[in-house]
């Protein structure tokens, strides 16, 4: 099951698609890589194994796009997604006020209507630029994507796969421009994924990176969904989305309780640093240090849920003024970003330049002046 969340945006494209979308196809031999292998796997169709031992941190894999869906396409057609989805609402109005001796044509009727947009959708709304796109593509790529996940109801359509399938291009989870690369969409979820891709703007690539250390052969996964939920609104949302039961460790021990907890308190303690941290540095920093203490306690590998928490609590150190901790909380923000998504990172550059010249930071500059003026 190739699908995603985390990053993935659930936005139909449209873009014509062929009729071989409609028959199951084996995944083609193209995404052949000496640390990244896909290969079957038993009730989940495809997956993806490192092809070798591997360290937290390292790039385990990098592809370009095969599709770009862009902000006023993906707006197009959330319009588009509107329109059939108030079909239903429709039908329900329609079938309170009718009463039962039009029910049955009022249903069918509907019905009718909204699977005519469904499976039209592809040739309703088709953007020049996406048209384009696709038949510019190569056959292997596009047999590469024919070959992905559908999740959504009704016939397999490529924008159903994209649907499924697709990377946000950008730093929100919930931005409109998405990416589809068919390697990568092979991964599998976890909610205690081992791996992490991000978006690299500056080289037009989706690259995946090790959280931790990981075997030979061992599956390599991401996250399609917040982390951050307890077990069963995880459950739920993988359960609508993607059409599967999660079955991951985290998911498949016999008392969530005290892991339940954990995940909503990261959840708490992020939004806590963010809020009142800035106001009142030395509760923030008590905030970053219990954040970390629980992201340890549930033993997820999230390198960048640390990363970012360390980086504020490095502006949390530039806020009073201590140098030595600025230096210390810097250093670590660098190394987890790295590991999350790579040394070139603006992120991890930034902590970079700040450990080395605490004193150079405008916030420290801040702190100079409200001292002198105080």
Partial sequence: MSRRSHGICLVVAVVTFVSACCTSRPCPKVFAASDFKVVPMEGKGYGVVAG???????????????????????????????VAAAVFVVVNVLLAISGAGLAVPILFGAGGVYLWLRNSGDDLLVPDE???????????????????????????TLSGIIDTN??????????????????????????SPNCQQSWDGTSGTEKLYAMCD?????????????????????????RLKYGFDCTCPACSSSDCS???????????????????????????????????????????????LRGLACYEAMEMALRLGDEEAVKSWANKAELYISQARGAE???????????????????WAEKAAASSLG
């Avoid at 591997?54 to 997604?81: H, I, R, T």
């Avoid at 790529?141 to 397999?156: F, N, T, V, Y």
């Avoid at 697709?166 to 909610?191: D, E, M």
């Avoid at 052969?217 to 949302?237: F, W």
Wanted: glycine share 4%; charged share 35%; net charge negative.
């Fill in 52 to 82: 070798r031992s591997v360290k937290a941190g390292e790039k385990l894999y990098e592809e370009p796009p095969a599709l770009v869906v862009n902000s006023e396409d993906s707006m197009q057609v959330q319009l588009f997604q509107t």
């Fill in 130 to 156: 996406l048209k384009e796109q696709w038949e510019a593509l190569p056959a292997e790529k596009r047999e590469a994507l024919e070959s992905l996940s559908d999740c959504s109801a009704g016939k397999k």
């Fill in 166 to 191: 697709a990377f946000s291009r950008g730093a929100s989870a919930t931005s409109s421009s998405l990416v589809v690369c068919p390697a990568l969409a092979r991964l599998n979820h976890s909610c």
């Fill in 214 to 238: 990981i075997r030979e052969g061992e599956e390599l996964c991401i996250t399609y969904c917040d982390i951050r939920k307890p077990r069963a609104e995880r459950k739920e949302e993988l």
């Fill in 258 to 304: 005290q892991s339940d907890e954990n995940r909503v308190a990261i959840a708490r303690l992020e939004e806590e640093l963010c809020r009142e941290g800035p106001a009142d540095p030395e509760r923030g920093l008590r905030c970053a240090e219990q954040l970390l203490a629980t992201i340890d306690e549930e033993g997820l590998s999230d390198k960048m």
């Fill in 345 to 363: 990172n603006s992120l991890a550059q930034e902590a970079a330049k700040c450990g080395e010249s605490p004193k150079q930071h405008p916030l």
